[in-house]
């Protein structure tokens, strides 16, 4: 194995990276990145640096020297245009080629744009990179009232730093409750209850018309029921799009991701797809194919990845864990709850500490949890048991 | 500004020049300290920022855990001792010019 090519140097493209040098892995490495610095940790972001940047440098995952240090040809500003299978080959933007023995799509996913009348890039604001982040507080600064478009974790931690910070806050999502796609009712009336407590507003079951714009700035949202909310900023957090550009332009199957086995492997032998951008069968639900973006399916799917490259592992299979923090408020997830779940709730939502206990045919299948650290970590090592109880090859690893 | 000083477990060292406001770990991440991985980046979900504070003084002189960080720390990867901190969780003051800290084993 002479060299290893990671397009993408987010958390899961630079932590395979670092996990291949502390394995000792002797070839060549070239992270390609396409943003103009060096990678960063992302979760912040919505979080504590909008509030306060100071601890810019602490975002990133290793310093400069680092890469230096161990050998790593780490790339900035250099997007990979597309794949030549046959010649194992990448173009760069540049123009240049970069020939493989391996390859590894760490694309991540970009943010869903909103596609309505004078919705332009200078007045709707979205967040995913730090440079965006890093806009959003400046303008944070100079607004008063802000429309949060999308109620899903970004749009909801956005919505309670900017609350926190002094600004009105509005957040409009197009189904009947907040974060529906991942928690439950209860977690989300209790997350809501909290929001409306600190003076956020909801517009559930909201349609957008389109945007009221003076010079480049938003001046209002109207919505289809002909009400207009007054906003000197927006926000769009409307989902994502995952980066399978590269994979479709060089045949390989994508399913709304790049779909990959258990070994994280694609169609093609010596191309693999890691972090938010791959599609993959999860042991724990029943081999369903499940897309997870949280850092730690991109660091944990990473550090498997430079095993299994150095011939140490066999299939990927940890245990999925989530959080978000909101206010003091802290949710966690841990495992993947299944469409047909049962829910049993535990604790007390009144004292703010409590779980909702996913389960199919009595076995937990995940675990929401409020302010619970301790439950969360137990659910993890029971379902890390159940791994090793359905016969998981690896599950002794994890 | 102050000195913090992380140990390795082999013996060796590194002084690290802190500004007020930081965390110990956003110092550690800022001068790229090995074995602070610090995968959370602050929020206490990781527990992969464990420390162990060796200067008693300093270490009295910290204000207590917080529920989170004190169950967090019964997840460590390496067992956690009467000193166990976070690092996220330690801000950054000029009072803890000269804290010592080791880096666990298991994190390195
Ligand atoms: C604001 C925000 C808050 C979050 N909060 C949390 C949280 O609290 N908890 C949690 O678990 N997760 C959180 N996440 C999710 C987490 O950050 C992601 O799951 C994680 O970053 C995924 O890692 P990745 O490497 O797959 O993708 P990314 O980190 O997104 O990295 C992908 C990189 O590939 C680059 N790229 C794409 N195409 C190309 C190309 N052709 N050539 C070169 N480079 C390319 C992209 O620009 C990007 O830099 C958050 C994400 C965001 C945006
Ligand atoms: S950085 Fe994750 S717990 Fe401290």
Known sequence: MDRVVIIGAGQAGCQLAVSLREKNFPGDIVLLGDEGELPYQRPPLSKAYLRDASGSDALRIKPAEFFVERNIDFRADTPAESIDRSRREVALRSGETVSYDRLVL?????????????????????????????????????????????????????AAVARQSGLDVTVIEQADRSMSRAVSKIMSSFIEARHRAEGVNFEFGAGIQGFEIRQSVAQAVCLNDGRSIPADLVLAAVGVIPNTDLAEGAGLRTRNGILVDRTLTTDDPVIHAIGDCAVYPHPLCGGREIRLESVQNASDQARFLASAIMGEATHYDSVPWFWSDQYDMKLQIAGVPGPDDIHQLSGDPIAGQFSVRHSTDGRLTALETMNQVREHMLARNDLKRTLVAIGSPSASRV | MAVITFEYPDGTSRDVEATAGMSVMQAAKTAGIDGIIAECGGDMVCATCHVFVKSKELLDHLSPPSITEEQMLDFTSERRRQTSRLSCQIPVSDALDGLVVEIPRTQV
């Not at chain 1, 332009?120 to 890093?134: C, Q």
């Not at chain 1, 806009?135 to 956005?158: C, D, N, P, W, Y």
């Open chain 1, 106 to 158: 760490a694309t991540g996913v970009r943010n869903r744009t909103v596609t309505l009348p004078n919705a332009d890039a200078k007045s709707i604001a979205y967040l995913r990179t730090r440079r965006e982040a890093e806009s959003l507080r400046l303008r944070m600064a100079q607004a008063r009232t802000v429309v949060v478009i999308g109620a899903g974790f970004i749009g909801m931690e956005f």
